[in-house]
């Protein structure tokens, strides 16, 4: 059954473009790797840079999956050198009822 997830990744000073670059790459990463549904990611920033993803892992087998894969270790090693995860709730907008964004296209 498809597991929806909601990530945050705040970026380190100065990484905000890399950042971005790979939000741009990882659903299609994981798609790849047959670990994502068909269901395309929402991908969006904050005002403070945070970007913010919701996407759909295929199972929670898939996600298990993912953590032991060495292409998605690589490019979650990446991630860290780049940002650090944080919990939505962390997200000033994630505070408000209307949730606002910035788009991201992520094509």
């Known amino acids: 059954m498809e597991r929806i997830v909601i990530v945050g990744y ?21 798609h790849d790797l047959g670990l994502v549904t068909h269901r395309k990611p929402i991908v969006m920033e904050a005002e403070g840079g945070t970007i913010v993803e919701v996407f759909g892992w295929k199972s929670k087998m898939a996600m298990e999956k993912a953590h032991a894969d060495p292409e998605v270790l690589k490019m979650w090693k990446k991630y860290a050198e780049v940002c650090e995860y944080i919990p939505i709730g962390m997200v000033e907008e994630a505070q408000q009822v209307f949730s606002e964004f910035n788009s991201m296209n992520i094509d």
């Open 10 to 30: 705040k970026p380190l000073k100065g990484k905000e473009e890399e950042l971005k670059q790979l939000a741009k790459s990882h659903w299609n990463s994981l």
